[in-house]
C-alpha cells in the first residue's frame, strides 16, 4: 500500500470535524492531518504540510468556499478541494465547480458519500452530489463526471 492520501478538515463547527475525521479515520489509505476552523488556521496547515485534499465548508467565519477554493487553487494548485454544504442549491454547484472545486457535498449525505467523493477526486474526477439539478434549482439525481463533462454541459 503506498503513501496514504492527506487531508485537511476545514469547518468552523468543531463537532462537525470531530464527526468527519471518525469517518475520514476508518478509511483504508486516507490519513487527516489537521483541523481547521478559521482562514488563518486552514493556510497555516497548509503551509506546514502537504496535502492532496481539503475538505471545505461552504461558510468559514472569514472564508466563503469560493473565494478559498481560489486561494488554494492559487497558491497550492496541486491540492483538490471538495465542498461541503447544507443548502441543496444549484448556485452552490456551480459557484464551487467555477472556482476550481473538484466536488461539491452536501453534509447529509457525507456518512454515505464520503468515500465515493474521495475515490471520485483521487481518480481526477469531478464528484458531484448523489443528487444533480433539477429545473426547480434544487438538486437532484446526476452522474459523476469529468471536470471536461461538467464543463461542456454548463456555462459558467
Not at 60 to 68: C, I, K, S
Amino acid at each position: 500500500m503506498g503513501s496514504p492520501y492527506l487531508i485537511v478538515l476545514a469547518d468552523d463547527h468543531v463537532r462537525f470535524r470531530q464527526e468527519m475525521r471518525k469517518i475520514l479515520d476508518e478509511l483504508p489509505g486516507i490519513k487527516v492531518t489537521g483541523e481547521a476552523g478559521n482562514r488563518q488556521e486552514l493556510f497555516e496547515l497548509l503551509r506546514q504540510s502537504p496535502v492532496k485534499l481539503v475538505i471545505l465548508d461552504i461558510s468559514l467565519p472569514d472564508l466563503r468556499a469560493r473565494e478559498g477554493t481560489q486561494l488554494i487553487k492559487r497558491q497550492y494548485p496541486e491540492i483538490k478541494v471538495l465542498i461541503m454544504v447544507l443548502d441543496q442549491e444549484r448556485e452552490y454547484l456551480d459557484y464551487g465547480l467555477a472556482a476550481g472545486a473538484a466536488g461539491v457535498l452536501p453534509k447529509q449525505y457525507v456518512a454515505g458519500e464520503i468515500t465515493r467523493a474521495i475515490a471520485t477526486v483521487r481518480q481526477g474526477k469531478i464528484y458531484l452530489p448523489p443528487q444533480g439539478v433539477a429545473e426547480s434549482g434544487k438538486l437532484m439525481l446526476a452522474p459523476i463526471a469529468t471536470r471536461e463533462d461538467q464543463l461542456e454541459g454548463d456555462n459558467f
